[in-house]
């Protein structure tokens, strides 16, 4: 198997005196959905966190395309090709979708490559191009989720960080929104990174799963054995009669 | 009515002036939620750098008025750019992830650092400008109106056009304000946040350095504590607008201005310090987030 495209090793971060993650073993390859499961306060978000350098690990490495990324500031990692829709969206709300939009494509210089970017987000997400000259906090909780990950986008990233997409949103949107994610990593190649609370949903979509408990990795595998797995689905899929 | 006029013009020269101040608190304020207490002393170190620019280079001679006076307010700017920046990178850089009290003690004190040194540089007396400028006064609408009155208008609103230009419509422009609003979201677009921070610790001290030489060439004399009576007469305006936002300042700068010329004339020359702070009471009970700001609230 070739090198993954992002890994991990012993990923340790500390908030403050705590320490939030004990040592973390990530490997995601080209092409991949991988889901990170747990409950909350597991340390998902602060992996991706991480992953992005908005934190700084106390431990460990971070390696991205076979290239070590722990001295490259987060602004820098968004040129490798790490982009992340944040948890709580993080849209700049007093700015027009059209800017969110533009933003995204903040480190690209190819004018034609921006504009097809922008046209294949708008028909992912085709609200986005109808509200362009809205300001992006008087969208609805969903379509601010699609313009953080239409923003992400823009980046033209390799690999797609989202945290808890599915986050406040009616199930019927949730279904499109991961309908969306599909063809995202289909036609675009782009390899995805989600962490979510919906385990059941994530599973769904992912072709891998890692289960984080505490600060660790309890578990992991293909997606399809995780879901039928007794313990996930215990803990996390709300019990096998319900499945 | 000739009164009522010469007071308009009158207020709106000194409110360009609070304005000129007033968007370098604004902008730093937007992007580190820090006041910059710094930022009346780096106007008074304008104004004391362009008399001494002016006193011994005498580019006005050399180059002729107009020109002479552009160079003069390009080295003037760019001096104070660079103070700015150092002060950043010595002043608040090391504290950025402190608690805020620390950044504020830090400004406070950096202000005290920078006053001083004036006294010490330039002696605690007030200084005079060399009287370079025509006296001149033009017929406007009816009534003699000060050329220089005039200029320092112009010159302000040019500078503010310039800066809402560029904030509104460059890629550099939007990525300051998107990390205002959020410093991680637009590190997470690719933005170096403290590149931001750099460039508004360019602009606002530049402008603010701009409006110290603009009052030394208008008033003709500058003194070492008045970057404390602008400073807090631009902050006022600043939070008159809404802290936080440009075009807030620029109108908060110019009501201030007008507030304390009407109020001086018509009501109590001794009086007008107590006009402009009463407005900033009134503004904070009234509407705290400012008269164009709603982002605070929500913020803190």
């Known amino acids: 198997m070739a090198a993954p495209l992002l890994e991990t090793r012993g990923l340790r971060v500390k908030y403050g005196n705590v320490e939030a993650l004990h040592g973390i073993d990530l490997a995601v390859h080209a092409g991949e959905i991988v889901t990170l499961l747990g409950a909350n306060g597991a340390g998902k978000s602060t992996t991706l966190r991480a992953i992005s350098g908005l934190l700084r690990p106390s431990g460990g490495e971070i390696y991205f395309d076979g290239r070590p990324a722990d001295g490259t500031p987060a602004h820098e990692r968004v040129r490798l090709g790490i982009a992340q829709a944040p948890e709580g969206r993080r849209i700049f709300g007093t700015l027009t979708v059209q800017e969110n939009l533009d933003l995204g494509a903040f480190t690209r210089t ?53 945290d808890e997409p599915s986050l406040g949103l009616a199930p019927l949107l949730v279904k499109s929104i991961f309908r969306t994610l599909r063809t995202i990593n289909e036609e675009a190649g782009v390899t995805v990174v989600l962490v979510e609370q919906n385990a059941r949903a994530a599973l769904k979509l992912a072709h891998r799963a890692y289960v984080m408990e505490v600060g660790r990795i309890v578990l992991e595998g293909p997606a399809a054995e995780l879901a039928s797995d007794p313990k996930v689905q215990a803990a996390y899929l709300g019990g096998k009669a319900r499945g | 009515m000739e009164q ?34 710094a930022h009346g002393d780096l106007f008074s170190l ?66 005290i650092f920078l006053q001083n040194a004036l006294m010490l540089v330039y002696g605690a007396r007030y200084q005079v400008y060399p009287d370079i400028l025509p006296q001149a006064s033009i017929r406007l609408l009816g009534l003699d109106v000060p050329v220089m009155r005039i200029v320092v208008v112009l010159v302000a609103v040019v500078m503010m056009a310039g800066l809402y230009v560029f904030v509104q419509k460059t890629r550099t422009g939007t990525a300051m304000r998107a990390a205002a609003i959020d410093q991680d979201a637009a590190s997470l677009m690719g933005i170096d946040v403290n590149r931001v921070v750099r460039l508004v610790f360019v602009i606002g001290p530049a402008l603010g350095g701009g409006a110290g030489l603009l009052v030394g060439l208008y008033y003709g004399q500058v003194g070492f504590t008045m970057g404390w009576s602008y400073g807090m007469k631009a ?19 110019l009501l201030l201005g007008l507030v304390e010329a009407f109020g001086a004339a018509y009501l109590s020359l001794a009086w007008k310090d107590a006009f402009a702070f009463g407005v900033l009471i009134l503004i904070l009970i009234v509407r705290p987030s400012g008269l164009l700001g709603e982002r605070v609230a929500e913020k803190i």
């Open chain 1, 110 to 162: 190819d004018r034609d490559g921006i504009a097809a970017s922008q046209a294949w987000i708008h028909r992912l997400f085709p609200v986005l191009e109808a509200r362009r000259a809205q300001l992006a906090g008087t969208l609805s909780g969903g379509e601010q989720q699609m313009l953080a990950i239409g923003r992400a986008l823009m980046a033209k990233p390799r690999v797609l960080l989202l």
């Open chain 2, 235 to 253: 902050f006022t305006a600043a939070i008159l607008g809404g802290i936080g936002n440009i075009p807030g300042a620029m109108v908060g700068g």
């Open chain 2, 4 to 37: 009522f006029f010469q007071q308009l013009t009158n207020g709106l020269a000194v409110g360009s002036i609070y304005a000129l101040i007033a968007l370098g608190y604004t902008m730093v304020y937007g992007v580190l939620r820090l006041i910059n207490f």
């Open chain 2, 46 to 111: 304008g104004a004391y750098l362009g008399l001494t620019l002016l006193t011994s280079f005498a580019l006005q001679g050399r180059l002729g008025l107009a020109l002479g006076l552009l160079v003069l307010a390009v080295m003037v700017m760019g001096l104070i750019a660079v103070v700015g920046v150092v002060l950043e990178r010595a002043a608040y850089r090391p504290l950025r992830d402190s608690p805020r009290l620390s950044a504020v003690v830090s400004a406070l004190g950096a202000s």
